[in-house]
């Protein structure tokens, strides 16, 4: 079969999916907002699959992913906005018009120039969208990205214009600022002050990551796998010992903690 076959079924299968007639009733049930939480799952698990070199699982998570797009463009197709051709015009033109060093007689001399061309052409059109309505260099940051996601995009839309520490050694003193006006809410007890120092705290935690070469999202993926890898090798650790974590206390747990990171650090030569 053909690759435009394959894709001409997979529209089919869509659209038989939301017959009115013969159709799933599930399917038929879903809207731009009930699919939108899948959408964001589905790219997760992408991700996820990537992070773990696991090919066979990423064909799957990118016909998953895949499906989703077709979904959304089946039901605007329906209510008479845009249908899947149009979805792949736009991107196509998108995608063309970005990159007028390669379908144009524009040069680029690297990566790091080709990148300043394309947030400067996303700002042209940024800008065309906008018309006469007051415009804003956070203009397009999308609301619904993960907070982390965001901060790290907010940053460097501000950085562009100047808008930044001049280097990390900057974020960090801001971060031990921000520590340090936390400390004061916890020993206020203002829980609602406190969530505003939590998140200003976080907020330049991102800007450290971001300023330091790091990219946040990865950084805390990163650590949240070491949390999980840890703490499953402490529950095994525990019940080779006969006990369980409902059995022993938080001292004799960070002990067990312990040798388990001295034995990662052993294993990793440092």
Known sequence: MKHYDRMETLLEVMARLRAPDGGCPWDREQTFATIAPYTLEE???VADAIERNALSELREELGDLLFQVVFHARIAEEAGHFAFPDV???VVEKMVRRHPHVFGDEEVEDAEAQTIAWEVQKARERAAKAGSRAQSVLDGVAVALPALTRAEKLQKRTARIGFDWPDAHGALEKVREETEEVVDELEHRNSSALQDEVGDLLFACVNLARLAGTDPETALRGANSKFER?????EATLAQEGQSLAEVTLKEMDAV???IKRGEKKIAGQ
């Open 230 to 234: 840890r703490f499953r090798a402490m």
């Open 257 to 259: 903690w312990e040798r």
């Open 43 to 45: 790219a997760y698990e």
């Open 88 to 90: 792949v015009e736009t």
